[in-house]
């Protein structure tokens, strides 16, 4: 099944025309991840799964249902910011984030409020206003706040946000956890490397369109051009005439498709290899090749 | 989630000295008027004061009439305006709507917990003049403004409930304004500060002789009708056409609060 499908998702705010005809498939039990510059449309998609914004045109499908009312209750959310009560404490933010909306029983309120403390690594903050809270204990309650109701989809908006990188590295892991235990996540971040350690399939948008939506080990497959490194760099490019594709200094780039044939063949030819990989691309080579500068850069 | 907003509400120190300050003004009254025995002339100044000083068992009548031009109506538009853009601008309404909480749920949740605060303060505000008055000034049967036999025991604890509901229900109609106001703009200050302005507006209007046409359509125009429950036997025309005025006003705004709450992006 499907968890998120959206098919021309668009919304324009007047003039602006923010998401344009956007169709997402996120499978169940992936972790897909949304890239793009500020500005590209991601927290306006974000927005729009979760019903705070209407679409202009397009249909949205969350886990089968085309009614957002009755999927939302199995979905866990961070947009933007996390956001609390200052004047209460992180454990009566979360017991009247429960108590709100269906599906929440009264009896077990305590020990799911306490359960989420724990998997985020609150449990001993006690009774401090939130106010009183740091940037990542903010974020860390945001994401209590989301897994509430042992959601079946989180939809998280730039979950890193605030977190040093021992608690990135932290809540990674916990997200992976949860993945693997059959929630789907569907994370947008304009961070590269967040969405690469943590995301299996990966979209990318600009300027509110869809650009790139596959696999991530798709995306970084082969380039068909084999990296060679070398001190026989001059012998080498006479013999490798025609096939050669860049030459920096002692470093070949090669267009061959088998790098054992290459290898054996220059080795063959009695030439000294110090390094000898396939190509690959990076993500941030497929994101940059696939959007323009963010729009918060006025040219 | 009516549980729900009265437990934000109420928790809320907020709003606890909100209650105390709406208090304060009537008792510190008392206490002068007590102190000097100086009280107004018969005719002037709020109602019923001139009368308390014989009697303090109308002084929840009058410390309501202190209240009722200023001091009530800023508290109640203050709580209505942050209802729901209060939460706009913490952030916390995208969460409660993803949760999800229907939109016009919590729209009406909010709309009760703002009518139990106006509850809460103006029988609060009653209770404690009734107290501060039999102390202060002793009790006796209530008169009546028109003369007649004096009122006592359940009819008068009848009138002045009445007075309450009123009282009250005039109340909801500046929180309705600032109800719809705080679904339209994000800044709780600005829906609070615009709600005042149409009262400040309408009391300007309702003193001006050229506005006399359209007087008897200004919302504040009968807030003041209730001292017509102390009169024998009770004048209705008054009361009446403030009950049924500030009833359409109730309906329209909130009409229009649901339809533009309803259909809203919310990009907070």
């Known amino acids: ?50 019903g705070l914004v209407h679409p202009t045109r397009g249909e949205i499908e969350l886990l089968g249902n085309r009614r957002l009312q009755r999927a939302l209750p199995h979905v866990g959310s961070l947009v933007e910011a996390p956001a609390a009560y200052g004047h209460l404490s992180g454990r009566a933010n979360l017991t009247l984030m429960d108590a709100a909306g269906p599906g929440s029983p009264r009896r077990t309120r305590r020990h799911r409020v306490d359960e989420v403390l724990e998997t985020v690594g609150l449990a001993a903050v006690g009774r401090r206003p939130v106010k009183t809270y740091s940037l990542g204990m903010r974020q860390r309650l945001g994401l209590a706040a989301a897994l509430l109701r042992r959601p079946r989809l989180l939809v998280l908006d730039e979950p890193g946000n605030g977190l040093d990188p021992q608690g990135i590295r932290e809540v990674r892991d916990l997200l992976l956890r949860l993945n693997a235990e059959g929630t789907t996540l569907f994370v947008s971040s304009h961070l590269l490397a967040e969405v690469e350690a943590l995301c299996t399939r990966v979209a990318v948008l600009d300027r509110g369109r869809l650009v790139v939506q596959d696999d991530l080990a798709a995306l970084r497959a082969r380039t068909g051009r084999i990296l060679v490194r070398t001190p026989d760099a001059a012998t080498a490019v006479a013999l490798l005439d025609g096939r050669l594709a860049d030459r920096q200094g002692d470093r070949l780039l090669i267009t061959a498709a088998d790098p054992a044939a290459l290898n054996a063949e220059l080795v063959a030819a009695g030439l000294r290899i110090a390094e000898l990989r396939p190509e690959v691309r990076s993500l941030e080579d497929v994101v940059l090749a696939a959007t323009g500068p963010g729009s918060d850069r006025i040219a | 989630m009516i549980a729900v907003e009265l437990r934000k509400l109420f928790r809320r120190p907020r709003t606890w000295v909100t209650l105390l300050l709406l208090d304060a003004l009537p008792t510190i009254v008392a206490i002068f008027l007590a ?170 209007l309702v003193l001006l002789d050229a506005a006399a046409a359209v007087r008897p359509y200004l919302p504040t ?29 109730v309906a329209v705004l909130l009409a229009f609060a649901w339809a533009n709450f309803t259909s809203k992006d919310i990009t907070s």
């Open chain 2, 221 to 249: 125009r009968y807030w003041l009708a209730f001292v017509d429950f102390f009169r024998t036997p009770i004048l209705w025309h008054d009361i009446g056409r403030g009950v049924a005025l500030q009833g359409v006003y």
């Open chain 1, 1 to 50: 099944m499907t968890a998120i499908r959206t098919t021309g998702l668009t919304k324009s705010f007047g003039q602006l025309t923010a998401v344009d005809g956007v169709d997402l498939e996120v499978n169940e039990g992936d972790r897909y991840g949304v890239l793009g510059p500020n500005g590209s449309g991601k927290t306006t998609t974000v927005r729009m799964l979760l």
């Open chain 2, 35 to 204: 102190v000097t025995d100086v009280g107004p002339r018969p005719g002037e100044g709020p109602a019923f004061l001139a009368a308390v000083l014989s009697n303090g068992a109308l002084f929840p009548a009058a410390a309501l009439a202190i209240v009722l031009p200023l001091f009530l109506p800023i508290a109640v538009a203050v709580v209505a305006g942050d209802s729901v853009a209060g939460e706009a601008s913490a952030g916390t309404l995208r969460y409660l709507l993803a949760r999800p909480v229907g939109r016009t749920r919590l729209l009406a949740a909010k709309l009760l917990a703002v009518a139990a605060f106006i509850l809460v303060a103006v029988v609060v505000v009653a209770g404690t003049a009734y107290v501060v008055g039999t102390h202060l000034f002793g009790s006796h049967p209530l008169p009546t403004l028109s003369g007649g036999p004096p009122l006592s025991g359940p009819a008068a604890t009848t009138r002045i409930v009445l007075t309450v509901a009123y009282v009250g229900w005039s109340m909801l109609g500046v929180a309705s304004v600032a109800l719809f106001l705080s679904t339209v703009t994000d800044s709780s200050l600005g829906a609070a500060l615009g709600a005042l302005a149409v009262l400040v507006m309408s009391q300007v």
